[in-house]
């Protein structure tokens, strides 16, 4: 039998489940419709992957996966397209994923579970379904905290702000505090792995890929600097749409990104040297999927396809980019302990899989 028991809705390749295992959380199961998702789901972290859609999953559904654990956590980062800064434009109440933070509520309201958390784009907070989300909570009896997290201040080497919600029964709860001052860099995180041209993969990482660059992009991403944009370049590599007036808008757009400062925000896109500023810092490449994934905090060994397994950029790019950072799972699952006043049995070590709770609960 586990004291503590996790189940992730919407839970992707398992960037949030990773980091609460890593705090020591046991996940029991994750449930997702991409059926993509199973491989490096079960395969890293050993909990179970139900392929459904979260609006078809019903309380003794939930139940029976928590078996008889005393702390049940519902986690959850509901497809945040919704409410990211590209869909402000459009209807976004005309989005089938809408409803889905109401799924969640609606899960919420009929098992109460003793912990609940969510992570979602800050823009989620001027959306009515934010309020109405946190609103549910507290009628529930909840204890809520909530806040925008710069995700550099605890270790992630990349630029993200992410709205976190922290709630429980129990009582008071909020996120541990910021462990990191200066933030960890591109360098730190990626420098050391090894040299691969545009559209190779290393011999020993097949993982380690990066896509291919039209004959004009690789003179572009040799015009370019680190921290440049478009405007560093010769006339005659600029495109129309930088030269017309709205391009001005996104100078970012075909950059490389600078050793010494966070990356740039993970996108689903982050593998496309003309999608961001996702273009290496001194090879003439975007970043290659282990480069992303390792900038969203996944380990380096964590395994995304089966060996030798098909590599489809578009898939995995929106599996990584999507991923809740591990690093921000992480600090997730430490507040969640902190807050019970777990005590720690054993460490949790990187990769490794729990058949039960390493913890002694003792509730303070
Ligand atoms: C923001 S991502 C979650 C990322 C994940 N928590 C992680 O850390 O890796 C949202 C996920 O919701 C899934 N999804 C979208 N609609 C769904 C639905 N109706 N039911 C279940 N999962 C859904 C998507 O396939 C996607 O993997």
Redesign the pocket.
């Known amino acids: 039998m586990s004291d503590i028991a996790c189940i992730?809705?919407?839970?992707?390749?398992?960037?949030?489940?990773h980091g609460l295992i890593r705090a020591g959380i046991p996940v029991v199961a994750g449930?997702?419709?991409?059926i993509a998702?199973r491989y490096p789901f079960e395969f890293n972290n050993g909990a179970r992957f139900l392929t459904?859609?979260?609006?078809d999953v019903n309380s003794s559904d939930l139940n029976k996966l928590y078996g008889d654990a005393k702390i049940r956590v519902l986690a959850?980062?509901?497809?945040?397209q919704p409410f990211s800064a590209y869909s402000q434009r459009y209807d976004t109440m005309a989005s089938p994923?809408w409803p889905?933070l109401y799924?969640f509520a609606r899960l919420v309201k009929s098992i109460r579970p003793e912990i609940v958390t969510m992570?979602n784009v800050p823009l989620v907070q001027r959306h009515a379904v934010f309020d109405d989300f946190v609103a549910t909570l507290e009628q529930l009896g909840y204890r809520v905290w909530r806040d925008v997290v710069d995700c550099t201040k605890y270790g992630l080497p990349q630029s993200r702000r992410r709205m976190v919600i922290l709630a429980s029964l129990i009582g008071a709860i909020d996120l541990v505090a910021p462990t990191h001052k200066k933030p960890r860099t591109v360098m730190d995180a990626i420098g050391a792995l090894p040299a691969i041209k545009a559209g190779d993969a290393h011999d020993e990482d097949s993982f380690h890929v990066s896509s291919k660059l039209s004959p004009l992009n690789l003179e572009r991403i040799r015009a370019s600097r680190p921290g440049g944009t478009w405007r560093d370049w010769p006339d005659r590599l600029v495109s129309e749409c930088h030269r017309r007036e709205s391009g001005r808008t996104y100078p970012g757009v075909y950059g490389r990104m600078e050793w010494n400062e966070p990356s740039p925000t993970m996108t689903t896109q982050f593998y496309g040297f003309g999608n961001g500023r996702f273009g290496h810092p001194e090879q003439d490449r975007a970043i290659s999927l282990r480069e992303g994934a390792i900038l969203q905090g996944f380990p380096k060994h964590y395994a995304f396809v089966p060996n030798n397994g098909p590599i489809h950029f578009k898939a995995l790019g929106r599996?990584i980019g999507?991923?809740?950072p591990v690093t921000l799972?992480e600090t997730i699952g430490k507040s969640i302990i902190s807050h019970l006043g777990l005590v720690a049995r054993t460490t949790p070590i990187e990769g490794k899989v729990f058949a039960s709770s390493p913890y002694d609960i003792c509730i303070a």
């Open positions: 992730d809705l919407f839970c992707g390749a398992g960037g949030l489940t449930i997702d419709v991409d998702c459904r859609d979260v609006g959850g980062c509901a497809p945040c994923r889905l799924q992570e599996m999507n991923a809740v799972g």
